[in-house]
């Protein structure tokens, strides 16, 4: 069984919010107590954090679910419940979140990186919070909000600062293997490497195509997974592969000068270049550095070939130290230029929900938006008190303007979450609540 895993599903189920107390006052020689019912608290949120000690979505492909502490419910004397412990949930450097759809919902690029995938429910307050000149006795209070709860789709790039592209079988194993203590499997037939290698190499001296010196350079080089024609449509698990060279700063390509099937490295360099264009044109102003391998196979007179800057040989070592040099220096000029545009943290946040009117077959109308659904998801309907409550809060939205606007009329049932009211254009306040026209 792999243990790398790069695509994984997560639930995200924040806590509920506590309800709010319904309590009055109760002590001796004090007549007629007020209401004292404390707060409900909040539920926990569920956060996804971008973390180094976790290498892979492996602890997610077997068990998605992650939910975060319910709220505790009020209680009398105005004592309020404990707010539920929010569940930071540790992920890989380099995880994208998307939504069911497949739009992008944040990407978290650098360690420390939070977002919040799930927000806790509110808690609901008590009767106390009801009390007013008009209202000596409230006998009502909120219920708790349902903490969200939603499913998302994750997928991870690894975040390298070079990565070796080249045709199965061409010796990027081997090399990693030399230039780094990452010990990859090995073999002589193609499509040995399924999944990712990361390798650390530090490089001190002098680096760089401009000679310059520097005192060490520490950089990740990746061990991606061999490509094959067509990579950029699918084929042979192309995009799951080159999703891995998005972030890389530099790209080490490396052409097989001994190819089993006689191909020559200028034309398997025309299929590479001309894939990860396809798959994502930007990576062809990359910089990079094209290298011949396996060397030690030809025979020493052989001509230099003009598509090739280096010639290396992982085995023997011979370009090794030159080519890390090399790479090196591209690493430090990346990373000291302003074009290292691609690190920076994208997160996309949803537009802020308002309130909408959405028409439904049968003279019903619908009210979204979360200002809406907390208006009545907080009260118990049952109440008489707590209904009069949640109408109070709709009119304050501007629900009867909005339904007004929309083409409603007299009597057409209005939906807003689990409750449903009739609607008067002529009713005191618009919303008309009753035993007979008002139901949950």
């Known amino acids: 069984m792999s243990g790398f895993v790069d695509e994984a599903q997560l639930h995200a189920k924040a806590g509920d919010g506590g309800a709010g107390a319904v309590s009055f006052r109760r002590e001796a020689h004090v007549a007629k107590g007020g209401p004292d019912g404390g707060d409900g608290g909040s539920g926990g949120d569920v956060w996804l954090v971008a973390s180094h000690d976790q290498a892979s979505l492996l ?63 509110r808690g609901g307050r008590g009767n106390a919070r009801f009390l007013s000149n008009t209202r000596r006795a409230p006998a009502f209070a909120e219920q708790g909000e349902r903490g969200q709860e939603r499913w998302l789709d994750m997928e991870l790039k690894l975040a390298a600062d070079v990565a070796i592209v080249g045709f199965p079988n061409a010796g990027k194993s081997t090399l990693v293997a030399a230039v780094s203590a990452a010990r990859p499997k090995v073999a002589d037939y193609p499509f040995t490497t399924l999944e990712p290698h990361l390798g650390v190499v530090r490089v001190g001296g002098r680096a760089g195509r401009s000679g310059r010196d520097v005192d060490e350079v520490e950089f990740v080089i990746a061990d991606v997974p061999g490509l094959v024609e067509g990579a950029a449509e699918g084929r042979g698990l192309g995009h799951r592969f080159l999703r891995h060279v998005e972030r890389a700063g530099v790209l080490l390509v490396l052409l097989d000068l001994a190819a089993l099937d006689g191909r020559s490295p200028a034309s398997q360099l025309d299929v590479l270049v001309g894939e990860l264009g396809r798959y994502q044109p930007a990576l062809l102003d990359r910089p990079r550095l094209v290298v ?59 537009a802020p929900e308002g309130l909408g009117v959405a028409a439904l077959p049968g003279g019903v109308w619908e009210l979204t938006g979360r200002a809406a659904e907390r208006a009545v998801g907080f009260s118990d309907l ?59």
């Open 59 to 121: 602890g997610f492909r077997d068990h998605p679910h992650r939910r975060a502490s319910d709220g505790t419910h009020g209680s009398g004397k105005r004592r309020h419940g404990a707010t539920g412990a929010d569940l930071e949930v540790p992920v890989p450097v380099g995880t994208v979140v998307r939504a069911r759809d497949g739009a992008v919902l944040c990407d978290l690029r650098h360690p420390g990186d939070r977002w919040l995938a799930a927000e806790g429910g």
């Open 292 to 350: 011949g391998s396996k060397a030690d196979l030809l025979a020493q007179e052989a001509p230099k070939d003009p598509s090739v800057d280096r010639t290396i040989s992982a085995v023997t070592g011979r370009g090794i130290r030159p080519m890390l040099e090399a790479l090196a220096g591209m690493v430090t000029e990346v990373r000291s230029s302003a074009a290292d545009v691609w690190r920076e943290v994208v997160v996309h946040r949803p």
């Open 382 to 440: 049952t109440d008489e008190g707590a209904m009069e409550e949640a109408l109070r809060r709709l009119r304050r939205l501007g629900v009867d303007r909005a339904l007004a606007r929309a083409g409603a009329r007299d009597g057409d049932e209005v939906r807003v979450g689990e409750a449903a009211f009739h609607w008067y254009r002529d009713a005191e306040g618009g919303l008309a609540a009753g035993d007979d026209r008002a139901r949950r």
